[in-house]
């Protein structure tokens, strides 16, 4: 959240918890939200999903690997304190959830376009919607 993190990290307060997940989106260069200091303290923190996976830029919020890991090498081990965390910081993750969901999507649109007919709910509301929306442009 833009107001919990305003100040800056690091944030100590990340490893109260097993899972880490970042994504954010910044624009230059920021103090990380967790960093090899604050990791050596680390007792409970097993997962930290990178999206934003910006290994080799200054806005890398999680300064913890050099390389993005890939779907055939899932994740880096680091080991803080003999606790060993797994980071997941696979490049471009997010264009992989679009295409599942357009798969799904287009999987549940199919079986109303097969067959079409106006009278079905589904197909009649599309149309009403898009007709009123022509009106208005």
Known sequence: DKLDTAIGGPFKDILNFDLFVNCVLAFGKVPPFVNR?????????KV????????DSD???VPLYS?????D????EVDFNNVKTKIVAIDNLPSILPYESSL?????????????DKSQTAIRNTM????????RM
């Open 37 to 45: 200091e604050i990791m050596s303290n680390n007792k409970s923190l």
């Open 48 to 55: 930290i999903s990178d999206v934003s996976c910006d290994p």
């Open 59 to 61: 806005c890398n919020m």
């Open 67 to 71: 390389e993005a890991t890939s779907m």
């Open 73 to 76: 090498m899932p994740f880096h």
């Open 104 to 116: 799904d999507f287009s999987s549940q649109l199919v079986k109303h376009l097969v067959g079409f």
């Open 128 to 135: 009403e919607w898009f007709d009123k929306s022509i009106l």
